[in-house]
């Protein structure tokens, strides 16, 4: 056995001790440039909009004024209402189209569902402008659906288009894909030899996707759920081209305070509180999220 | 007979089901795009007709229009350059997310998320005064710096899930060969990560491209985008005019889209929104 | 070719040690196999050696010269990994030339290298393919082929054959050792098989819970087993519990009395018994045993007896006179291993089946022990 030998020794001990320090080092300098990027576009003007609302028109301390006006005015609570209400009954539809149409893409093979595969993909490709335009002139009255409905003999047809509905069927169409990728990916982690063994046991498909699959998807089911939720809440496109003028969704409304009503402070409010209604849900994904890290570690 | 008639009976009544729902759902999706392309080539379309008297005027309304060329012109510049900006600031982030251990990981990886989850609009008011005492309202830079903030999260999540996905060993090997870290980075790591990240390029130059809020606060009146122009066509204009201007704004993700099909696979736009 | 020197290796990974002040010596030319139980730390060290982890104290040298501060890339050693090893965006031939090209050697001469290589394990037509093309067994060989291509001092084996059909794996591992033998590289194979650990090893050290319990040649890991723990792990063994009688001068396992091995031992000491199945002979005038299943494993047969006090024993026998099932024989214990506070001491003599010899007499000898973490001369 030679004896400890001082030199080489201790340069592997200091690589030892720098290695890590190192990586961490390498680490954040590499994720500098677009979180630098991230701060100065999008937490810079997020606090200096947050902080302008705090502050009020003539100088002085932090108030919430601006925040006890806006919802105190009738128009505005409205308005807030039926953003969340649209949001929820748009979160819900999507959910309850996307999760039959996940589960027959992970369950059935043949052409039928290769073609599927391949069509509930296409809206993701379209931008949310043309979507919209797309939507308006197939559901207005006289567009293809009341056409079509009209050839058939069907006179009275309901309004489809620059109202709730319409964007409520906007919101749909275009956020199909995004659920059903999402889900579809928590369903294929779910080994087969899982549902087999449940059916084996003489679990009919009701049950098995009550006991098995909805527990073990539970986790991209959650994440699904917030972005979906954030995304539609926090919209302008699509409420601004299919939706009504009153109520409106509040990314519109704030639009139209900024550059109709040109009442700014107004206008950054609305966007805090749609915000902080928006980070609530964006709690629950980063808690069920950062359970599933922590399972998976 | 009933014993041997029903299930079979059940069976056929389930796929009947199950093909109505499955064409209700085709013709949901496919519907409002049939019907855009109809309207692009339709002169007048009148109720309660089936079909428009077919025409390709308004074709050459929007093209002879001198707005439409400028907008065009600044979105096929604009786009690619913030997605190539995107691209090189973001793939070794994400490279180190997915590899490296470095304090707040998580969290700052989450921070991405957070771009999104703020209003637009609340964000682009703010972004418009910074942009402003810059002197960057109504430059090439203001947009395509609108446009970069939208790329981000396709940039990071997706590569950083698709690094992930690659077995260390693969790397470890090239390291074992001789080659050192960053060598290994561009000849092993980033050729068997490039699918995935011809899929966030992909997404990420639909999310600039079709960027139309920033873009109009900070584009006007000189820098316009299509999308923005698009909205005051669709506002302005008769239906046709939309309709033809939706096609020409959809040709470029088309044309990115036939050349990354193949890559396209739904593994990998999952992978990028896992944690 | 070279001589490698684990000294004073540790590596924690947060509150779990993988790996405790391992010291050992792989000589030159020699294959020896890292073997135990999975988590005992063998894929750590060996992906140590190979600097894919760094260790937290302790030194790695290659003759003689410290590596621990080197990065994979400057050690003269080359890893095969358990699975993903080859590049699966090159091809067979790019995945060899991948290192050499690295290294700027001419064309031709790369072209004659990566050809010689494949020859060498029996591939000399698959270049041009992608592995994706290739079956798991040649992608392993094509992994090996590339690791020698460069002529590292050092060749490591992560478990590289675990992957494949049981058939396959036999084969693969001794064309692993024929190749190694002929080219005579310094080899550590990493492996959780002590049936592959046994045929292939010049030596074998066996792990448990980071620490190196043995380090010796499979023959005499077999029969000299230093801990209890190698004792069980290596083949088949019988393990009872015992006690001393200082009266009888013998110890105690079950019906079975044997002579005290050192008559310093305080009476009623509870003591370990390991007894190899070949060292359980089929006697009439042995202990009462009954017998539960008779296995036939080819040439011999495989017989799980109830023996009252201590349970099921598994003994070997010849065909020529099988036991049935549900019968009483006696059985009576040739050789056994006597543990006492982790020390083993011989007692008795293996018999070897040779018709007509009469069993020696039983004799007691203390068999040397050692201290753990040493390499040991076990030729």
Same mark, same amino acid.
């Given at each position: 056995?030679?004896?400890?030998?001082?030199?080489?020794?201790?340069?592997?001990?200091?690589?030892?001790?720098?290695?890590?320090?190192?990586?961490?080092?390498?680490?954040?300098?590499?994720?500098?440039?677009?979180?630098?990027?991230?701060?100065?576009?999008?937490?810079?003007?997020?606090?200096?909009?947050?902080?302008?609302?705090?502050?009020?028109?003539?100088?002085?301390?932090?108030t919430?004024?601006?925040?006890?006006?806006?919802?105190?005015?009738?128009?505005?609570?409205?308005?807030?209402?039926? =953003?969340?209400?649209? =949001?929820?009954?748009?979160?819900?539809?999507?959910?309850?189209?996307?999760?039959?149409?996940?589960?027959?893409?992970?369950?059935?093979?043949?052409?039928?569902?290769?073609?599927?595969?391949?069509?509930?993909?296409?809206?993701?490709?379209?931008?949310?402008?043309?979507?919209?335009?797309?939507?308006?002139?197939?559901?207005?009255?006289?567009?293809?659906?009341?056409?079509?409905?009209?050839?058939?003999?069907?006179?009275?047809?309901?309004?489809?288009?620059?109202?709730?509905?319409?964007?409520?069927?906007?919101?749909?169409?275009?956020?199909?894909?995004?659920?059903?990728?999402?889900?579809?990916a928590?369903?294929?982690?779910?080994?087969?030899?899982?549902?087999?063994?449940?059916?084996?046991?003489?679990?009919?498909?009701?049950?098995?996707?009550?006991?098995?699959?909805?527990?073990?998807?539970?986790?991209?089911?959650?994440?699904?759920?917030?972005?979906?939720?954030?995304?539609?809440?926090?919209?302008?496109?699509?409420?601004?081209?299919?939706?009504?003028?009153?109520?409106?969704?509040?990314?519109?409304?704030?639009?139209?305070?900024?550059?109709?009503?040109?009442?700014?402070?107004?206008?950054?409010?609305?966007?805090?509180?749609?915000?902080?209604?928006?980070?609530?849900?964006?709690?629950?994904?980063?808690?069920?999220?950062?359970?599933?890290?922590?399972?998976?570690? | 007979?009933?014993?041997?008639?029903?299930?079979?009976?059940?069976?056929?009544?389930?796929?009947?089901?199950?093909?109505?729902?499955?064409?209700?759902?085709?013709?949901f999706?496919?519907?409002?795009?049939? /019907?855009?392309?109809?309207?692009?080539?339709?002169?007048?379309w009148?109720?309660?007709?089936?079909?428009?008297?077919?025409?390709? $005027?308004?074709?050459?309304?929007?093209?002879?229009?001198?707005?439409?060329?400028?907008?065009?012109?600044?979105?096929?510049?604009?786009?690619?350059?913030?997605?190539?900006?995107?691209?090189?600031?973001?793939?070794?982030?994400?490279?180190?997310?997915?590899?490296?251990?470095?304090p707040?990981?998580?969290?700052?990886?989450?921070?991405?998320?957070?771009?999104n989850?703020?209003?637009?609009?609340?964000?682009?008011?703010?972004?418009?005064?910074?942009?402003?005492?810059?002197?960057?309202?109504?430059?090439?830079?203001?947009?395509?710096?609108?446009?970069?903030?939208?790329?981000?999260?396709?940039?990071?999540?997706?590569?950083?899930?698709?690094?992930r996905?690659?077995? $260390?060993?693969?790397?470890?090997?090239?390291?074992?060969?001789?080659?050192?870290?960053?060598?290994?980075?561009?000849?092993?790591?980033?050729?068997?990560?490039?699918?995935?990240i011809?899929?966030?390029?992909?997404?990420?130059?639909?999310?600039?491209?079709?960027?139309?809020?920033?873009?109009?606060?900070?584009? /006007?009146?000189?820098?316009?985008?299509?999308?923005?122009?698009?909205?005051?066509?669709?506002?302005?204009?008769?239906?046709?005019?939309?309709?033809?201007?939706?096609?020409?704004?959809?040709?470029?993700?088309?044309?990115?889209?036939?050349?990354?099909?193949?890559?396209?696979?739904?593994?990998?736009?999952?992978?990028?929104?896992?944690? | 070719?070279?001589?490698?020197?684990?000294?004073?290796?540790?590596? !924690?990974?947060?509150?779990?040690?993988?790996?405790?002040?391992?010291?050992?010596? +792989?000589?030159?030319?020699?294959?020896?196999?890292?073997?135990?139980?999975?988590?005992?730390?063998?894929?750590?060290?060996?992906?140590?050696?190979?600097?894919?982890?760094?260790?937290?104290?302790?030194?790695? !040298?290659?003759?003689?010269?410290?590596?621990?501060?080197?990065?994979p890339?400057?050690?003269?050693?080359?890893?095969?990994?358990?699975?993903?090893?080859l590049?699966?965006?090159?091809?067979?031939?790019?995945?060899?030339?991948?290192?050499?090209?690295?290294?700027?050697?001419?064309?031709?001469?790369?072209?004659?290298?990566?050809?010689?290589?494949?020859?060498?394990?029996?591939?000399?037509?698959?270049?041009?393919?992608?592995?994706?093309?290739?079956?798991?067994?040649?992608q392993?060989?094509?992994?090996?082929a590339?690791?020698?291509?460069?002529?590292?001092?050092?060749?490591?084996?992560?478990?590289?054959?675990?992957?494949?059909?049981?058939?396959?794996?036999?084969?693969?591992?001794?064309?692993?050792k024929?190749?190694?033998?002929?080219?005579?590289?310094?080899?550590?194979?990493?492996?959780?098989?002590?049936e592959?650990?046994?045929?292939?090893?010049?030596?074998?050290?066996?792990?448990?819970?980071?620490?190196?319990?043995?380090?010796?040649?499979?023959?005499?890991?077999?029969?000299?087993?230093r801990?209890?723990?190698v004792?069980?792990?290596?083949?088949?063994?019988?393990?009872?519990?015992?006690? +001393?009688?200082?009266?009888?001068?013998?110890?105690?396992?079950?019906?079975?009395?044997?002579?005290l091995?050192?008559?310093?031992?305080?009476?009623?000491?509870?003591?370990?018994?390991?007894?190899?199945?070949?060292?359980?002979?089929?006697?009439?005038?042995?202990?009462?045993?009954?017998?539960? !299943?008779?296995?036939?494993?080819?040439?011999?047969?495989?017989?799980?007896?109830? +023996?009252?006090?201590?349970?099921?024993?598994?003994?070997?026998?010849?065909?020529?006179?099988?036991?049935?099932?549900?019968?009483?024989?006696?059985?009576?214990?040739?050789?056994?291993?006597?543990?006492?506070?982790?020390?083993p001491?011989?007692?008795?003599?293996?018999?070897?089946?040779?018709?007509?010899?009469?069993?020696?007499?039983?004799?007691?000898?203390?068999?040397?022990?050692?201290p753990?973490g040493?390499?040991?001369?076990?030729?």
């Amino acid at each position: 056995m030679t004896a400890g030998v001082q030199g080489p020794r201790e340069a592997g001990s200091a690589r030892i001790r720098g290695a890590g320090w190192r990586q961490g080092a390498l680490g954040l300098a590499l994720v500098l440039p677009p979180l630098l990027v991230l701060a100065f576009l999008v937490a810079l003007p997020a606090v200096t909009a947050v902080v302008e609302t705090l502050t009020p028109a003539g100088g002085g301390g932090p108030t919430l004024a601006n925040y006890a006006r806006v919802l105190a005015a009738r128009s505005l609570r409205a308005d807030i209402v039926f =953003t969340i209400v649209i =949001t929820l009954v748009s979160v819900a539809v999507v959910f309850a189209l996307s999760y039959p149409l996940a589960l027959y893409l992970r369950f059935s093979r043949g052409r039928a569902a290769r073609v599927l595969g391949v069509l509930f993909m296409v809206p993701l490709f379209v931008p949310v402008v043309i979507a919209s335009f797309a939507m308006i002139t197939f559901l207005v009255n006289h567009g293809l659906v009341s056409t079509l409905l009209y050839r058939a003999g069907v006179l009275a047809f309901p309004r489809l288009v620059y109202n709730g509905t319409g964007i409520m069927l906007t919101q749909v169409w275009v956020n199909i894909p995004f659920a059903v990728l999402i889900l579809g990916a928590g369903l294929q982690a779910i080994d087969d030899a899982l549902i087999d063994g449940a059916r084996d046991v003489g679990a009919g498909p009701l049950r098995t996707f009550l006991s098995i699959i909805l527990p073990l998807n539970a986790v991209p089911t959650m994440i699904a759920l917030t972005l979906l939720f954030i995304g539609v809440f926090g919209s302008f496109t699509i409420p601004y081209l299919v939706g009504g003028n009153a109520p409106a969704m509040l990314g519109v409304t704030m639009t139209n305070y900024l550059t109709q009503y040109l009442q700014r402070t107004e206008a950054v409010t609305l966007a805090v509180l749609a915000f902080l209604i928006a980070a609530v849900v964006g709690a629950v994904y980063v808690a069920s999220v950062s359970r599933r890290e922590r399972g998976a570690a | 007979m009933t014993g041997v008639l029903w299930p079979w009976a059940a069976a056929v009544f389930r796929r009947a089901v199950g093909a109505a729902a499955l064409l209700a759902l085709a013709s949901f999706i496919l519907g409002p795009l049939l /019907t855009l392309l109809v309207w692009a080539f339709a002169g007048t379309w009148l109720f309660p007709n089936l079909l428009p008297e077919f025409s390709l $005027r308004w074709w050459a309304f929007v093209l002879g229009n001198a707005d439409v060329g400028k907008a065009i012109r600044m979105s096929l510049l604009s786009a690619p350059t913030a997605t190539l900006i995107s691209a090189v600031i973001c793939i070794p982030a994400a490279y180190a997310f997915a590899r490296l251990e470095f304090p707040a990981r998580r969290a700052l990886l989450l921070s991405f998320l957070s771009a999104n989850a703020f209003p637009k609009i609340g964000l682009y008011v703010s972004i418009a005064t910074l942009l402003y005492r810059l002197d960057l309202m109504d430059t090439f830079t203001g947009v395509v710096l609108i446009q970069l903030v939208n790329t981000l999260l396709f940039m990071i999540w997706i590569p950083t899930g698709t690094f992930r996905g690659i077995n $260390r060993n693969l790397e470890e090997a090239a390291r074992d060969a001789g080659a050192g870290p960053l060598r290994t980075f561009f000849q092993i790591t980033l050729p068997i990560a490039l699918p995935g990240i011809m899929v966030a390029g992909l997404f990420a130059f639909i999310a600039a491209f079709d960027e139309a809020q920033g873009t109009l606060i900070v584009g /006007t009146p000189n820098h316009m985008t299509m999308p923005v122009l698009m909205y005051n066509l669709v506002l302005s204009y008769p239906q046709p005019v939309g309709a033809v201007f939706s096609i020409l704004l959809s040709l470029p993700s088309l044309v990115l889209l036939l050349f990354a099909q193949r890559y396209l696979r739904a593994g990998y736009l999952a992978a990028g929104y896992s944690l | 070719m070279a001589r490698l020197e684990l000294v004073g290796l540790n590596k !924690r990974f947060g509150a779990h040690t993988a790996v405790r002040d391992l010291t050992l010596e +792989v000589r030159d030319g020699e294959l020896m196999c890292l073997l135990g139980p999975s988590g005992c730390g063998k894929t750590t060290t060996l992906r140590m050696i190979g600097g894919f982890e760094t260790p937290d104290a302790g030194d790695i !040298r290659i003759d003689g010269r410290s590596v621990t501060a080197l990065p994979p890339e400057r050690r003269p050693t080359a890893m095969v990994f358990q699975r993903y090893n080859l590049w699966p965006h090159m091809t067979v031939e790019g995945n060899i030339a991948f290192g050499l090209r690295l290294r700027r050697r001419p064309r031709a001469q790369i072209d004659a290298k990566v050809r010689d290589v494949l020859a060498l394990v029996g591939l000399p037509d698959v270049g041009g393919k992608y592995p994706h093309q290739l079956s798991g067994g040649q992608q392993q060989r094509v992994a090996v082929a590339r690791a020698l291509v460069l002529e590292p001092q050092l060749l490591l084996l992560d478990e590289p054959f675990s992957n494949l059909d049981a058939r396959l794996r036999v084969h693969m591992r001794e064309e692993v050792k024929q190749l190694q033998r002929e080219i005579g590289i310094t080899t550590v194979f990493v492996t959780h098989d002590q049936e592959e650990a046994l045929t292939i090893a010049d030596r074998i050290t066996v792990m448990h819970d980071g620490v190196a319990e043995q380090v010796d040649t499979p023959s005499s890991l077999y029969a000299n087993p230093r801990t209890l723990f190698v004792a069980d792990f290596i083949g088949t063994m019988n393990v009872m519990p015992a006690r +001393v009688h200082r009266a009888d001068g013998a110890v105690a396992a079950g019906p079975w009395r044997l002579p005290l091995p050192d008559p310093s031992w305080p009476d009623g000491t509870e003591v370990s018994l390991a007894v190899r199945p070949e060292d359980l002979i089929i006697d009439p005038a042995g202990a009462a045993a009954h017998v539960r !299943r008779v296995m036939n494993l080819g040439h011999y047969l495989q017989v799980l007896a109830d +023996v009252p006090g201590v349970g099921a024993v598994r003994l070997f026998t010849d065909k020529d006179t099988p036991p049935g099932e549900g019968q009483e024989i006696g059985v009576r214990i040739a050789r056994a291993l006597v543990f006492k506070d982790g020390r083993p001491v011989e007692v008795g003599r293996t018999e070897r089946p040779a018709a007509g010899s009469a069993p020696a007499t039983i004799q007691s000898t203390a068999a040397p022990a050692a201290p753990r973490g040493t390499d040991l001369d076990g030729r």
